[in-house]
């Protein structure tokens, strides 16, 4: 395999169409099972890879080096493989900030909630770092070192200004699920949902139902394919290309 994405489950993934938009190359889906997991990095039989749930920390022992990006995250969802060296970047970091910095989503000194505790999370809170949000508050299903229940967000934190989901609930096929009721947020002003299939979340339309800004996935998962293709072929795109390739991703999505 030259290009492609490895992920237990990439039946929904639009990947494929996003890259071959992109750059003049075939890019593969290619499922990958716990138990295939390990031959496939020790092999690492590829030009380059992007990483998906729930190998974005799993892959980090296998890696010869990090950038900075990946390193302050902690997650990789993009590999270089350089001369039988690999390389590990993060651009779900940089795919989320282009996503809120396009809908003009203002988090500074804003009490934010984030849904999920898994690589996904661990990108979208340090750009909310990185953006300076007053607090951000870990939820997920079990409490950890890092997360709280959604018990106690709903004891604590129905005060926050905006949301992320970073939790599977919501992605097809289970489409009619959501993470949260938005009602329980008086003072939410904007949510953003990593899920692009379907390209409208409930949680979204909900959010969109309140009055509140709402962000599905699409963009974000565009502008990180972008963003991981620059590391791939080693070249600067033009970013303008973003919103063209979401635009008709989003037009033949939404007929079919």
Same mark, same amino acid.
């Given at each position: 395999?030259?290009?492609?994405?490895?992920?237990?489950?990439?039946?929904?993934?639009?990947?494929?169409?996003?890259?071959? &938009?992109?750059?003049?190359?075939?890019?593969?889906? =290619?499922?990958?099972?716990?138990?295939?997991? @390990?031959?496939?990095?020790?092999?690492?039989?590829?030009?380059?890879?992007?990483?998906?749930?729930?190998?974005?920390?799993?892959?980090?022992?296998?890696?010869? !080096? &990090?950038?900075?990006?990946?390193?302050?995250?902690?997650?990789?969802?993009?590999?270089?493989?350089?001369?039988?060296?690999?390389?590990?970047?993060?651009?779900?970091? !940089?795919?989320?900030?282009?996503?809120?910095?396009?809908?003009?989503?203002?988090? *500074?000194?804003?009490? =934010?909630?984030?849904?999920?505790?898994?690589?996904?999370?661990?990108?979208?809170?340090?750009?909310?770092?990185?953006?300076?949000? !007053?607090?951000?508050?870990?939820?997920?299903?079990?409490?950890?070192?890092?997360?709280?229940?959604?018990?106690? =967000?709903?004891?604590?934190?129905?005060?926050?200004?905006?949301?992320?989901? @970073?939790?599977?609930?919501?992605?097809?096929?289970?489409?009619?699920?959501?993470?949260?009721?938005?009602?329980?947020?008086?003072? =939410?002003?904007? $949510?953003?949902? $990593?899920?692009?299939?379907?390209?409208?979340?409930?949680?979204?339309?909900?959010?969109?139902?309140?009055?509140?800004?709402?962000?599905?996935?699409?963009?974000?998962?565009?502008?990180?394919?972008?963003?991981? $293709?620059?590391?791939?072929?080693?070249?600067?795109?033009?970013?303008?290309?973003?919103? *063209?390739?979401?635009?008709?991703?989003?037009?033949?999505?939404?007929? !079919?």
């Amino acid at each position: 395999m030259n290009y492609g994405l490895i992920g237990e489950k990439l039946g929904h993934s639009y990947s494929k169409d996003i890259h071959e &938009m992109l750059a003049d190359y075939t890019y593969d889906l =290619c499922p990958v099972t716990k138990e295939e997991f @390990t031959t496939f990095m020790e092999e690492h039989a590829f030009d380059a890879i992007n990483v998906t749930i729930p190998y974005k920390q799993a892959v980090i022992p296998y890696l010869d !080096s &990090m950038d900075d990006n990946a390193k302050a995250i902690g997650a990789v969802n993009t590999i270089v493989n350089k001369n039988g060296k690999l390389e590990g970047h993060n651009t779900d970091f !940089s795919g989320f900030l282009y996503m809120l910095k396009k809908h003009n989503i203002q988090v *500074e000194g804003k009490k =934010c909630v984030v849904l999920g505790d898994g690589g996904a999370s661990k990108a979208v809170v340090a750009v909310l770092k990185k953006l300076g949000a !007053s607090e951000v508050v870990i939820v997920d299903i079990i409490k950890t070192e890092n997360a709280i229940t959604y018990e106690e =967000c709903f004891e604590k934190h129905t005060d926050a200004q905006f949301i992320a989901n @970073t939790s599977p609930v919501g992605m097809f096929p289970k489409s009619d699920a959501s993470p949260v009721d938005l009602t329980r947020f008086p003072k =939410c002003e904007a $949510v953003a949902d $990593v899920i692009y299939n379907p390209l409208e979340t409930k949680l979204i339309s909900q959010a969109k139902s309140l009055g509140m800004i709402g962000v599905n996935g699409l963009e974000m998962l565009v502008a990180q394919a972008l963003y991981a $293709v620059e590391f791939f072929l080693d070249k600067k795109l033009d970013e303008a290309q973003i919103d *063209e390739v979401y635009k008709k991703i989003y037009a033949e999505k939404s007929e !079919s």
